[in-house]
């Protein structure tokens, strides 16, 4: 008796320890200090186990070496320069987003083969054994006797169930699956156009960067000519100690100057490899792209653009299929008030002895009976099964449906118009930007002459160090305009081409 008062104590410890709080015990101890986790040997943190709270080291977490390992980075020419189109190649490759978008149109895909899947039959095999025995004492006849006995038995089935008509609820289920594919392969080529278009203007940006340190460097060279003819002019004693301090101070401006224009053209570099989804660790030499011209032919009348380009572009296609969808499953909602016609079929044999009445049923299989002997059987049913009352749930998912399809052809208007805003918008961004390179050109020509023209006079002693200080100002920051004009052009080209779904490669 002691030893199984001592086992139930110890079952019953052993439930308490098992008991649903006792998880909080893998939080924290205390809101105020730090906590370590439990870590392998390899230092990987090990879920589901208590940590401990240290006083001191900060809140830190352990380094886990096994994803600090970064992907193998692609190799490249070390000599060649790689053009646009070709760093776009290599960023639809290595981008996660677009691998992303792969898996996703694959998953979507086959969610629509499951939905067909529902037309074919279910076919289920099921299979269940067991052993009964008895002990006790029996009467009879007066008599009293013990009756021990055992007995063994199993039963196998196959069972059939084949839904044959439904109304169409299960063809609106599998258009709606169609749709949902449809949209996520829209959503793959959504995501290639968005790639495209972010290295696009990581490019360009890359490039505008180059451009300023260029300019940074010749606003050097320039400073330092000024200084030069000051300090010669004070040599001379035709120039005074202010005139020479002035002109070391621009020379000193402009090497801060090149310092940024440095560190800018870098950061432009780390953010063209972010673009591609490679490692900023990365060396490759980007080509040059000062070369392209830029023409009014650039542009398209707006009205020609809208009408060329609204139906192409991936939200209002996505949006489009969404609606259709969202009609399918209205379809798929008015169907399920309808009755259904189905055939059950199934085969079983059991054998053994067990003197039972039923068993349980087994996963969606109904209960087995009389387990007595050996038999083999099979049945064929059809059947009909009509919806009567459901408390409203029915009606309520058809309310539903409808509020969804009426939601859908309210975005796709709204996704249409907003195509129409973005197209305008970046049409008009394209001309203006046009114009300006156009005239940053003009200004920086004028103001390269009036350098020129203020160094010259400076250096014969008739120019003043203020106006030669400003004129090389003016240079620099003309300079400056045409480059940030130049790529804000190029950046609004790709812009419209993204606005009108015509962004499929690299731009021309």
């Known amino acids: ?39 392998t040997a390899d230092g990987e943190m090990i879920a589901g186990e208590r940590g401990v709270s240290a006083a001191k080291g900060g809140y830190l977490l352990p380094a886990n070496p096994a994803i600090s390992v970064m992907p193998a980075a692609p190799t490249f020419d070390p000599i060649k320069e790689y053009s646009l189109s070709e760093l776009i190649d290599l960023a639809e490759s290595r981008n996660p987003t677009t691998r992303i978008a792969w898996n996703d149109a694959r998953r979507v895909a086959l969610a629509a083969g499951i939905a067909q899947s529902a037309y074919l039959p279910r076919i ?42 439904d109304f169409g609820e299960r063809g609106a289920v599998v258009d709606a699956a169609k749709q949902a594919s449809l949209i996520s392969n829209i959503a793959f080529t959504a995501a290639h156009q968005q790639v495209i278009y972010a290295v696009t203007q990581a490019f360009y940006a890359h490039a505008a960067a180059k451009a300023r340190f260029a300019t940074a460097a010749q606003s050097q060279k320039n400073a330092k000519a000024v200084q030069a003819a000051a300090e010669d002019r004070y040599k001379r004693g035709t120039g005074t100690v202010i005139e020479a301090a002035q002109a070391k101070q621009g020379t000193a401006q402009a090497n801060l100057a090149v310092i940024q224009t440095t560190g800018g053209a ?43 380009s609204l139906s192409r572009r991936p939200d ?3 949006a489009y299929a969404a609606q259709k969808a969202s009609l399918a499953i209205v379809r798929a909602s008015e169907a399920e008030f309808m009755p259904k016609v189905f055939l059950l079929a199934n085969g079983t044999y059991n054998s053994g002895g067990l003197q039972v009445t039923a068993l349980p049923s087994a996963g969606q299989q109904p209960p087995t009976v009389n387990i007595n002997g050996s038999n083999l059987g099979g ?17 309520a998912a058809l309310g539903q449906a409808r509020a969804e399809a009426d939601s859908a052809e309210a975005r796709l208007t709204r996704v249409q118009e907003e195509a129409v805003r973005q197209i305008v918008l970046a049409e008009n961004t394209l001309r203006t930007g046009l114009s300006a390179y156009s005239a940053a050109q003009s200004l920086a020509t004028a103001a390269r002459t009036t350098f020129d023209a203020a160094l010259a006079a400076y250096r014969s002693g008739v120019g003043s160090i203020t106006d030669l200080t400003l004129a090389q100002t003016q240079l620099l920051q003309a300079q400056n305009a045409s480059t940030d004009a130049y790529s804000a052009a190029l950046t609004s080209a790709a812009t419209l081409a993204l606005a009108t779904g015509a962004l499929g490669a690299a731009p021309r």
């Open 316 to 318: 209002v296609q996505s």
């Open 379 to 395: 049945s064929v049913f059809a059947g009909v099964t009509i919806p009567l009352y459901d408390g409203g749930t029915r009606a």
């Open 124 to 165: 289920t095999a099921s299979a269940i054994g067991g052993h009964q025995s008895s002990s006790g004492p029996e009467t009879a006849l007066g008599a009293s006797f013990n009756n021990n006995g055992s007995a063994s038995g199993s039963v196998s089935a196959v069972t059939l169930q084949w839904l044959l008509f």
């Open 266 to 308: 870098q950061d432009a570099y780390f953010g063209l490899l972010t673009a591609m989804g490679i490692s900023p660790l990365t060396k490759i030499r980007i080509a040059d792209v000062s070369g392209r011209r830029l023409t009014p032919s650039m542009t398209t009348p707006v009205e020609t653009l809208i009408a060329q």
């Open 1 to 39: 008796m002691r030893r199984l008062e001592g086992a139930i104590a110890f079952l019953w410890s052993l439930l308490l320890a098992g008991c649903a709080t006792s998880a909080v015990d893998m939080a924290p101890e205390r809101p105020d200090r730090p906590w370590t986790p439990a870590v």
